[in-house]
């Protein structure tokens, strides 16, 4: 089992800043690619952005390129998500989610947290 607790949301105005974090515990941290994904309300739960146990590329979705950045911190079991510019189009819950490896369907991801929001405001 892994246990993953997000922190880190929170109100801000459009073209703000905020930083998500997530600490995970339970078995091996690095063994696992990290993920965050969002759901506004009436829509399907979306990959945001995940980066694999190996550090290699990460992967984000076209919405927040250039804005957001995924990254993780081993040593302390802790995955981020650097949010920049923030629109008003990315107020949502998002979520901190573990798995073997990245999928874009959430249905396929193993672990999750309880979710954090997000609220953008114009």
């Known amino acids: 089992q892994v246990q993953l607790v997000e922190s880190g949301g929170g109100l801000v105005q459009a073209g703000g800043s905020l930083r998500l974090s997530c600490e995970a515990s339970?078995?091996?941290?690095?063994?696992?690619?990290m993920g965050w994904f969002r759901q506004a309300p009436g829509e399907e739960r979306e990959l945001v952005a995940a980066i694999p146990w190996d550090l290699s590329s990460p992967r984000y979705a076209d919405s927040v390129k250039d804005r957001f950045t995924i990254s993780r911190d081993d040593a302390k079991n802790t995955v981020y998500l650097q949010m920049n510019s923030l629109k008003p189009e990315d107020t949502a819950v998002y979520y901190c989610?573990?798995?073997?490896?990245?999928?874009?369907?959430?249905?396929?991801?193993?672990?999750w947290g309880q979710g954090t929001q997000v609220t953008v405001s114009s």
């Open positions: 989610a573990a798995n073997r490896m990245i999928v874009t369907s959430y249905r396929a991801w193993d672990y």
């Open positions: 339970g078995r091996t941290f690095t063994h696992f690619a």
